[in-house]
Nanobody, 121 residues
Framework: QVQLVESGGGLVQPGGSLRLSCAAS????????MGWYRQAPGKQRELVAT???????NYADSVKGRFTISRDSAKKAVYLQMNSPKPEDTAVYYC???????????????WGQGTQVTVSS
């Protein structure tokens, strides 16, 4: 089993900064991709940013230039640096990882429990 634990959410003012962290643990052979998704009230979950094993990144257009995703493979961790957040960034942020746990199974998708980010003055 694989667990993803997020931290770092909270209240932040528009134009401020916030850093989210997510650490993976459990029976992990390798982590293919890690990323962040978010879900605002009444909306579907959407991609924020992903980062692959070779550090290739992908961002939603709405956060490009403001958010930065990074990973520490040794710690099995992924981070999201949120700079200049806007009220529309308010959502529950979920950590995601595509993980290989055994040599006989394909990679599987895992989710964290989510952390609330509220952008408000």
């Amino acid at each position: 089993q694989v667990q993803l634990v997020e931290s770092g959410g909270g209240l932040v003012q528009p134009g401020g900064s916030l850093r989210l962290s997510c650490a993976a643990s459990g029976s992990i052979l390798s982590i293919v991709t890690m990323g962040w998704y978010r879900q605002a009230p009444g909306k579907q979950r959407e991609l924020v940013a992903t980062i692959t094993r070779d550090s290739t990144t992908n961002y939603a257009d709405s956060v490009k230039g403001r958010f930065t995703i990074s990973r520490d493979s040794a710690k099995k961790a992924v981070y999201l640096q949120m700079n200049s957040p806007k009220p529309e960034d308010t959502a529950v942020y979920y950590c995601n990882a595509r993980v290989v746990t055994t040599f006989t199974l394909p990679e599987q998708n895992y989710w964290g429990q989510g952390t609330q980010v509220t952008v408000s003055s």
